[in-house]
């Protein structure tokens, strides 16, 4: 280690930090957990040492400080303005980050004064002070105050936008939504701008798939359904705002090359005890019911927080399938009723050790169970033949029990002069059992005699294991800003696939169709960009170096000569942005970013799976990673309407295909099918034509174009899409609010492989304000006329699908809400004196 310290040439004030830290880290790798190979463990421990001398060695000189809520919560993207003291010019412009901090670099020598503001508070104008430019000065922290134009006596309500467009994300603010109220997680998604679902209910951003979920800045290591339970089992009344990052920088994981999407969720901030309670009710055809209740209790050591959240009810939804088979006809017709159980725990706290330093800590549980069933019918015929050859009726029950807990321990430094440290350990255990039973009845042509009949379960239980270190640090350097970390996780999965064959009411273990898959994939990763501002340009560029280790094997009794798994890769992923400032009216930016999608346990395990008496499953050993290469470039009218165009190339492009099997049978496999070409604009614009009425509108257009590998039997496929979305929202009676939203997407593609028709839905809310706004009751229609039903056609091989399907997309919803508690314009009062004052001043 000493070895390593001296070749970074570490300042021997650091050097013990560094011999310490570093020597842990190298440790951590030596244990097998992460890095098994000894010459990438010299490398991570290199490259970690130099990030941590890097830390220490730079320094620069700047005027840097915060900006805080009354309850001393940092503000995010609050405006800043620095104003020469001779003649209020405005020298420099920036805003805050997440945590209300920002940094003015390169400024010469003066007297100044500072202006910030912020959506929602009172304009803050400074005191005059003297700036040396000879070493960095650190401003008192800025205060701001909620907007009221008398503050003892006089409350003014600040609404947020429904949509709000930053310089790097857009945020759809949940809680600002009457129609949102009711639905889950996942329902929720199909209401953000330039998202929708496909038929597999898999999220597309933007025309393209690969999204990568993130829930209160934490990347999210369940995939498929599991995820997708988690989402179901989320309320709406939990979440405060989805944002959508379709460009992330170099700090992000490299996974999802269709961008980020990060679910955060509520967080009281008031001072001391806050809560709220709410209750929903939704009927479609079947009736159901969520709730929540949260608390928070702030004082001026430690925030308390927590949430217990609940859904219940029984859904339905249908698929038909038509497939055309070996000059066969096969039309499948489906219903699904599930009776769905969920319930959420949340709980953390905030301790702030100094006005600097913060630990906390959150742990989050979800519980679901439900029990469903199914009825399918399908005739059986030849190909142009009216005459139906026997009926297939398989009715089938099912089990599913889902337990996921995860752990979070985080701290974090804002310390002067613009450093920050940030350290988070998450630990997650997930477990699965889902157990199903299907007996299959073949009837002939009049369904009165059966032909033959075949009864089968399944168990399969699985759990995951989830392990991740993160370090993010930043500082000034030279003119800008230096931000540098690294990311070490881990991920064991243990799979089961146990098959019965049902024989006289007994069940037999096939273990031709059974086996056991254990996969285990690490990352490791680290990264630094550099932001800097000069005039009116800005640059932010950077590089992510991950590391995949991955090994699968299977356990079963069919031999298979692909029964072990193993990978070992190093990928650099650059990113990078430029903007340029022509004035209050216009802006632009161009940004470029490298994303890879990489295969999950379930894609990989090369075991062929019976899912039901027609359909099989198998993974892809050969399965490889997906890269994209995106590049944007954005417009901004007066901060209001945003214009991009957009490029990106996936290479290795895989989507789950249905191919032929068995004559009579087909099976389901992910594969590297085509090359991806995505080209297009998107246009945001929130507007006001009255002062009763505010408007969103985003217009999406694009063209997608898959070109097939040669010889892989997959069609070349090509779409021109449009995608719009509107809401309208009516404030026409004291209190009461209405809400008009719809959107429409033209015939497109989805995964490569469904060419799909057109898909539309709209939405209708009122709200009413009780109590001085402690109580909110909305009622709300979703999909008016009934439309949000889909249907799309796959050619493959030596198949064709016409597969459509749809669920209570139409419901009637009641949300009663009551919050209770502090206010924080109270909060906001009893600050408001002349000792509070003072730290508000500013040296």
């Known amino acids: 280690m000493d070895k390593y310290v001296d070749e970074w040439k570490c300042p021997n004030a650091h050097r013990h930090i560094v011999q310490v830290v570093g020597k842990g880290f190298s440790d951590l790798l030596k244990q097998g957990s992460f890095?098994?190979?000894?010459?990438?463990?010299?490398?991570?421990?290199?490259?970690?040492?130099?990030?941590?001398?890097?830390?220490?060695?730079?320094?620069?000189?700047?005027?840097?400080?915060?900006?805080?809520?009354?309850?001393?919560?940092?503000?995010?993207?609050?405006?800043?303005?620095?104003?020469?003291?001779?003649?209020?010019?405005?020298?420099?412009?920036?805003?805050?980050?997440?945590?209300?901090?920002?940094?003015?670099?390169?400024?010469?020598?003066?007297?100044?004064?500072?202006?910030?503001?912020?959506?929602?508070?009172?304009?803050?104008?400074?005191?005059?002070?003297?700036?040396?430019?000879?070493?960095?000065?650190?401003?008192?922290?800025?205060g701001l105050q909620t907007n009221a134009q008398q503050l003892n006596t006089v409350e003014v309500k600040a609404q947020r936008p429904l949509i709000e467009v930053l310089p790097d994300k857009m945020v759809f603010n949940v809680a600002g939504s009457i129609n949102a109220m009711g639905q889950n997680g996942l329902e929720l998604l199909r209401k953000a701008p330039g998202v929708m679902l496909d038929k597999d209910e898999n999220v597309i951003l933007k025309g393209k798939n690969g999204v990568a979920i993130y829930i209160d800045g934490r990347l999210s290591q369940l995939q498929g359904d599991d995820l997708k339970s988690i989402l179901r089992g989320m309320q709406a009344s939990e979440i405060e705002a989805i944002e959508i990052i379709s460009q992330p920088t170099a700090r992000f994981d490299a996974a999802g090359n269709a961008g980020i999407i990060n679910i955060r969720l509520k967080k009281d901030k008031k001072l001391g005890t806050n809560g709220s309670f709410n209750y929903g009710y939704a009927i479609g055809i079947f009736n159901k019911w969520n709730g929540s209740l949260s608390f928070n209790n702030r004082s001026k050591g430690s925030n308390w927080f927590g949430t217990f959240s609940n859904n219940l009810g029984v859904n339905?939804?249908?698929?038909?399938?038509?497939?055309?088979?070996?000059?066969l006809v096969f039309d499948q017709k489906s219903t699904y009723r599930n009776e769905d159980r969920n319930n959420n725990l949340k709980l953390g706290a905030d301790f702030f050790l100094s006005k600097n330093k913060t630990l906390g800590f959150i742990l989050n549980g979800n519980f679901s169970d439900s029990e469903g069933q199914s009825w399918s019918r399908t005739p059986i015929s030849t190909q142009g033949a009216a005459q139906v050859l026997q009926v297939l009726q398989a009715q089938g029950f099912s089990a599913r029990d889902r337990r996921n807990l995860n752990a979070n321990l985080n701290y974090r430094v804002n310390a002067e002069q613009g450093k920050e440290f940030n350290i988070d350990l998450d630990f997650g255990r997930f477990t699965r059992a889902d157990e199903s039973f299907q007996p299959n009845r073949y009837f002939d042509a009049n369904e009165k005699n059966v032909l033959s009949s075949r009864d089968f379960r399944m168990n399969t239980p699985t759990q995951i294991g989830i392990y991740s270190l993160k370090m993010d640090l930043s500082r000034p350097l030279g003119k800008g800003k230096l931000l540098y970390g690294t990311k070490l996780s881990l991920v064991e999965t243990e799979n089961t696939f146990d098959f019965f064959n049902v024989i006289s009411g007994q069940n037999q273990l096939d273990e031709d169709r059974s086996n056991t898959f254990n996969y285990r994939e690490n990352i490791n990763a680290a990264y630094a960009s550099y932001q800097q501002k000069w005039k009116k340009w800005g640059l932010d560029a950077g590089l992510r170096l991950e590391n995949t280790n991955s090994l699968g094997q299977l356990e079963a009794q069919q031999e298979n000569p692909n029964n072990r798994v193993q990978r070992n890769y190093v990928n650099l992923f650059p990113s990078g942005g430029l903007t340029y400032e022509a004035g209050p009216s216009h802006s632009w930016g161009l940004n470029f970013s490298r994303r890879i999608d990489r295969p999950n346990y379930r894609t990989l395990n090369p075991f062929v799976s019976q899912l039901d008496e027609l359909t099989y499953g198998q993974g892809n050993p050969f399965?490889?990673?997906?890269?994209?290469?995106?590049?944007?470039?954005?417009?901004?009218?007066?901060?209001?309407?945003?214009?991009?165009l957009r490029v990106s190339h996936t290479s290795n492009f895989f989507a789950e295909v249905s191919d032929t099997i068995e004559g009579n049978r087909n099976f389901l496999m992910t594969r590297n099918i085509a090359s991806e070409r995505n080209i297009g604009i998107n246009i945001s614009y929130p507007f006001n034509p009255a002062k009763w009425w505010s408007v969103y509108a985003n217009v999406n257009a694009y063209r997608l174009d898959y070109q097939a590998a040669q010889g892989n039997g997959f069609y070349n496929i090509s779409a021109n899409v449009l995608s719009l979305y509107v809401q309208n929202t009516f404030t026409l009676l004291k209190n009461w609010r209405f809400e008009l939203s719809g959107f429409y997407t033209s015939p497109s593609v989805w995964g490569g492989t469904y060419d799909n028709r057109r898909f539309w839905g709209s939405e209708a809310g009122v709200q009413k304000r009780f109590l001085n706004d402690k109580l909110n009751l909305k009622v709300s229609v979703s999909d008016l006329f009934n439309s949000m039903q889909w249907r799309g056609i796959s050619r493959f091989g030596g198949l064709v699908m016409d597969a459509s399907g749809g669920w209570e997309s139409r419901q009637f919803r009641v949300n009663l809400s009551y919050n209770f508690g502090r206010k924080e314009v109270g909060a906001a009062r009893r600050r408001n004196t002349g000792a509070d004052e003072e730290s508000r001043r500013i040296n």
């Open 316 to 327: 339905q939804s249908f698929t038909n399938f038509y497939r055309l088979q070996s000059n």
């Open 623 to 644: 399965l490889q990673p997906q890269y994209t290469n995106n590049i944007e470039l954005s417009h901004t009218y007066k901060y209001t309407l945003n214009t991009s």
């Open 35 to 142: 890095v098994t190979n000894p010459t990438e463990m010299k490398k991570f421990t290199l490259l970690f040492i130099f990030l941590l001398c890097t830390m220490m060695v730079f320094a620069q000189n700047n005027i840097n400080g915060r900006v805080l809520s009354p309850s001393n919560e940092g503000i995010p993207f609050a405006g800043l303005v620095l104003r020469q003291a001779a003649d209020s010019s405005a020298l420099k412009v920036e805003y805050s980050d997440a945590q209300g901090q920002f940094v003015f670099n390169a400024v010469p020598q003066g007297r100044y004064f500072l202006e910030a503001s912020s959506l929602g508070y009172q304009t803050l104008t400074g005191p005059v002070f003297s700036f040396e430019g000879s070493e960095a000065l650190r401003l008192a922290d800025l």
